[in-house]
């Protein structure tokens, strides 16, 4: 990770599909052209139903950045 991350951020849009008080908050380095995150401890007890497909973790992402899908 080259941005900061913020683990207790208020939510910019509480009304939308996550409705939590708080979320993660992720600021990238605008020097950076990519950025890559990664999740410690996830807590994971079986990671074969993962590399199965049985069981999946989601990552919602809000952004007020323009993009082009690719």
Known sequence: MTGTLTQAA?????TAGN????????VRNASEQYDVLYVRNLGIRNAN??????????VDVY????WAAR
């Open 10 to 14: 208020n939510n910019p849009a509480a």
């Open 19 to 26: 409705t939590s008080a708080k979320v993660g908050q992720y």
């Open 49 to 58: 139903d993962f590399v199965a497909g049985r069981r999946k973790v989601f």
């Open 63 to 66: 952004s007020t950045a323009r």
